[in-house]
């Protein structure tokens, strides 16, 4: 997500980035990116329409993002 952030801060799109590594966040904050250091506070500095572009990798981090951290996959049956 941080390629695509760049990016987009190149072509004047105003961003807010959000990463569980607060140093991460601080080096794209470095290149133009606004940076969120809680989801919380990602959600409360997005002006409405709040348009959230996610990207994770799949597996337990993104479920946990998503779900919150009592999520299990277990817990779900596919239905592919």
Partial sequence: GA???RR???KEWNIIGYDQSRETV???EQ???KG???LEELVNILPK???????APAGDI?????FGPKWK?????STF
Avoid: H, Q, R, S
Avoid at 49 to 55: F, R, T
């Fill in 3 to 5: 390629n695509i952030a």
């Fill in 8 to 10: 987009l801060v190149k």
């Fill in 26 to 28: 601080k080096k794209l």
């Fill in 31 to 33: 290149e133009g990116v």
């Fill in 36 to 38: 969120a250091y809680e």
């Fill in 49 to 55: 329409p709040k348009i959230i572009w996610l990207m």
């Fill in 62 to 66: 993104t479920e946990k993002i998503i």
């Fill in 73 to 77: 996959t277990k817990n779900i049956k």
